[in-house]
């Protein structure tokens, strides 16, 4: 009788709890976290969310506040429980592990450093149980990879806001994590100090080889330091590309608009396999697999940056007129905001931006008021199906 419990017991766990399968994927994958979802209460933080990051890797995290960033990073840390999903490091299943049990660092936005005790005890403080000499030894030698060797004596107090996050990035590395973990670690920083820092963190990342995970909401932060970037919106994944891919293939007008700067024409109606017609004119446009049909609707999108000032006896392909309703100066580049025109002259209700190098906008001495003739390059032309979050 009891061996048959036993085997009923046995047989109850096994349906309950179904073995998960490890990630079936590249041997190069370190981090997997599959399918999370976390809601607090009624709110959704994470609806369904799967990304990686293979070894050595920089990933950002990135998208408005309130869009699930920190809680992504608190799940894979062990913080925060997922309602839903596993997380793996390294081929492990760590979903239900605590956060020492992970082998990662963390580097916390407000720097938490201990007041009362010298830099060098701060970096060392992760190491309890090593000899008082290896730990000494460490510590310098992380302070020593982040600039800082010769501030070992002194206190937090004494030290900038940028050293002190160095002090706190070497204490999160001196026990030799295999995963580190940043959750906005410049954003309390001047904008001077975080392009220094910036460079420095990543200078140490690649020299560690180190799988680097980091939250943030600056977009300049995530394009210049990430090998590959998140981005997250009310909880959804929105992208998960390179910055390159983000900035010129954004997969939604979500990401088109968040990722710099973006021109969106809507309510183009689509005609033959590659052109669309635009308030009298007609463009040449490859919207490829957007399943469009024509005569449909189609939402145009285009980079100011992107825009040309042409003349239509030179280039008749994509060539509109627009008038210059003002010019604003932005330093290396001019941003010109412009008023569409039909063929004859007439405004149709329409806006685009159009960014200049300053030079060029002295040369053409654009004016408010001054008509021009603006170039739509079909191939700097994206284009989106319309849909009802489309309005930003």
């Not at 970037?229 to 994944?237: A, D, Q, S, T």
Request: aromatic content about 6%.
């Amino acid at each position: 009788m009891a061996k048959a419990l036993r085997a009923n017991r046995s047989k109850k766990c096994f349906v309950t709890e179904p073995p998960v399968e490890p990630p079936a994927t590249d041997h190069r994958i370190f981090l997997e976290v599959r399918e999370i979802d976390k809601r607090f209460g009624a709110f959704t933080a994470l609806d369904n969310v799967s990304i990686s990051a293979r070894r050595g890797e920089f990933v950002s995290i990135l998208g408005p506040s309130g869009c699930g960033k920190t809680t992504m990073l608190r799940v894979i840390a062990g913080l925060e429980a997922q309602n839903n999903g596993t997380v793996w490091l390294n081929g492990r299943d760590v979903t239900r592990e605590p956060v020492t049990k992970r082998n990662l660092g963390i580097v916390f936005q407000s720097y938490a450093l201990f007041p009362n005790l010298t830099i060098l005890a701060n970096v060392g403080y992760g190491l309890q149980g090593r000899k008082s000499l290896d730990k000494q030894k460490r510590s310098l030698e992380m302070l020593d990879l982040v600039g800082l060797a010769d501030q070992a004596h002194k206190f937090p107090a004494q030290l900038s806001g940028g050293q002190q996050q160095r002090v706190a990035l070497a204490r999160a590395l001196s026990p030799c994590p295999e995963l580190l973990l940043l959750d906005e670690p410049l954003s309390a920083l001047d904008a001077r100090v975080r392009v220094h820092l910036r460079k420095e963190i990543r200078r140490i990342q690649e020299q560690l080889g180190i799988t680097t995970i980091m939250v943030t909401h600056d977009q300049e932060e995530a394009l210049t330091m990430a090998d590959r970037v998140v981005v997250l919106n009310e909880g959804r994944l929105m992208q998960f590309a390179t910055p390159q891919e983000l900035y010129r293939k954004p997969a939604n007008p979500f990401v088109a608009d968040f990722i710099g700067s973006m021109n969106f024409i809507r309510g183009c109606t689509t005609s033959g396999k590659d052109s669309v017609l635009l308030d009298g004119y007609t463009l040449q446009v490859d919207y490829g697999d957007t399943g469009i049909r024509e005569g449909g609707q189609i939402t145009l999108a285009i980079r100011p940056e992107d825009l040309k000032v042409g003349n239509q006896n030179r280039n008749k392909a994509n060539w509109l007129k627009a008038r210059v309703q003002g010019v604003e100066f932005r330093g290396a580049v001019d941003r010109v905001t412009l008023d569409l025109l039909s063929q004859e002259g007439v405004l149709v209700g329409r806006q685009l931006y159009l960014d200049l190098q300053d030079e060029s906008a002295e040369d053409l001495a654009l004016r408010t008021g001054h008509d021009l003739q603006i170039i739509l390059p079909p191939r700097k032309l994206l284009s989106f199906p319309p849909t009802v979050n489309e309005d930003l």
